[in-house]
């Protein structure tokens, strides 16, 4: 039995799918230049890793096409800018997907809109998984990062904005109410 070696930058799917085999890695952030573009460079400066497999799946059923599989595993701890301290904060991103291979478009088309469960692609002549990896880390980024608890006590803009008066004013307790200068108007003069 030969065991066939399977490249990550060019990979075979189908092939890798029907000999059901795995490949795994670790690669630098730095590797992945859009992802490093959307973190933070960490205080200490150090790079991130990115730790990474995938499986090839495939299933032969009678009477229809065999179905061609990828399962991808990605995890990494990357620096984001919490939106509640805006300080940085170390969070894991994790990716565990399994996409579906099909001969074409259209069909990959139809089949992704009738089934929200899994991802439809059309089968490539070979497919960089190293960009396919970082293409699902970016999706797994939080929308809003933030620490579970932040370092430091937060300070809030109203606070802030009701201790500043400019001249050393005290506040208003009682601000003038917008359209006090309408009904100053509307009031009928004598002698007219």
């Keep these: 039995m030969t065991t066939q070696r399977f490249d990550p930058a060019r990979l075979d799917v189908a092939a890798f799918a029907r000999a059901q085999a795995q490949i795994e890695g670790l690669l630098s952030l730095a590797a992945l230049a859009r992802l490093a573009d959307a973190v933070v460079q960490p205080a200490d400066g150090a790079g991130a890793d990115v730790r990474w497999s995938a499986q090839g799946l495939w299933r032969e059923a009678a009477g229809s096409a065999p179905e061609t599989r990828l399962r991808v595993r990605a995890q990494a701890t990357v620096w984001l800018t919490c939106q509640r301290c805006l300080q940085p904060a170390a969070l894991p ?16 088309e139809r089949l992704d809109e009738a089934q929200d469960a899994e991802d439809v692609l059309a ?3 070979s497919l960089k998984l190293v960009e396919l990896i970082e293409d699902e880390l970016i999706l797994a980024l939080p929308i809003v990062p933030r620490h579970e608890a932040c370092p430091e006590p937060l300070t809030y803009a109203a606070e802030a904005a009701a201790d500043f008066e400019p001249d050393g004013a005290a506040p208003d307790d009682d ?18």
């Design 123 to 125: 089968l490539p002549r």
């Design 175 to 192: 601000p003038p109410h917008p359209f006090a200068a309408l009904e100053a108007l509307k009031k009928p003069t004598r002698g007219a």
């Design 93 to 108: 991103i994790e990716v565990d997907t399994t996409l579906r291979f099909v001969a074409d478009e259209a069909q990959a």
